[in-house]
């Protein structure tokens, strides 16, 4: 069964910064790109990046371009997301995701962790 | 910033059918990379409801029903049951942007 379980969000100061972790289980972590989505409060949906498998290509969104980095430690089938520079419009939930192919879709998610950005 | 739209919100009775439009541009959809739907129950994260423009996968009922045409995709839900009250979104790759995108998101309310 694949899992992905999600940690390290919580709550920290603009500016601050923050790594989020992605345990991944029951499939062969290193065959598959991985992305992190993230939804505000009330909010849709935004991709926010994504790595290949060997972790030689990233993608991010704009808004988080120079603050975010993806990546990930295959033999520990572990995803990362460092966070910098951190903003009030970063606060969302974060949710660990594994791609299905190469610019497809996203077939499983993980149950998300919160991050909240406040002074 | 959402790139594809979709209505904020849908209802139908019992029974009817209802859909979701999602409109996209030349740099996703109208590309011809897919269309792909997610459904989010309250409190949960999002599943996947059809994928590749009209693909479901295992478990889904057949009740559900996807397409696309030219720069749009839609979704039907046809016998519309209680436990269809979510929000859904559609999502696709967009080659300017070189990422995934997701729609605005429609709540689907069943009267």
């Known amino acids: 069964e694949v899992q992905l379980v999600e940690s390290g969000g919580g709550l920290v100061q603009p500016g601050g910064s923050l790594r989020l972790s992605c345990a991944a289980s029951?499939?062969?972590?290193?065959?598959?790109?991985m992305s992190w989505v993230r939804q505000a409060p009330g909010k849709g949906l935004e991709w926010v990046a994504n790595i290949k498998l060997d972790g030689n290509e990233k993608y991010y969104v704009d808004s988080v371009k120079g603050r975010f980095t993806i990546s990930r430690d295959n033999a520990k089938n572990s995803l990362y997301l460092q966070m910098n520079s951190l903003r009030v419009e970063d606060t969302a939930v974060y949710y660990c995701?594994?791609?299905?192919?190469?610019?497809?879709?996203?077939?499983?998610w993980g149950q998300g962790t919160l991050v909240s950005v406040s002074s | 910033q959402s790139v594809l739209t979709q209505p904020p919100s849908v209802s139908g009775a019992p029974g009817q059918r209802v859909t979701i439009p999602c409109t996209g541009s030349s740099s996703n959809i109208g590309a011809g990379y897919d269309v792909h739907w997610y459904q989010q129950l309250p409190g949960t994260a999002p599943k996947v409801l059809i994928h590749?423009?009209?693909n479901r996968p295992s478990g889904v009922p057949d009740r559900f029903s996807g397409s696309r045409s030219g720069t749009s995709g839609s979704l039907a839900i046809s016998g519309l049951q209680a436990e269809d009250e979510a929000d859904y979104y559609c999502?696709?790759?967009?080659?300017?942007?070189?990422?995934?995108?997701f729609g605005t998101g429609t709540k689907v309310t069943v009267l």
């Open positions: 999502q696709s790759y967009d080659s300017s942007l070189s990422g995934f995108v």
């Open positions: 029951g499939f062969i972590f290193s065959g598959y790109w």
């Open positions: 590749g423009n009209k």
């Open positions: 995701a594994r791609d299905w192919g190469i610019r497809n879709y996203l077939d499983y």
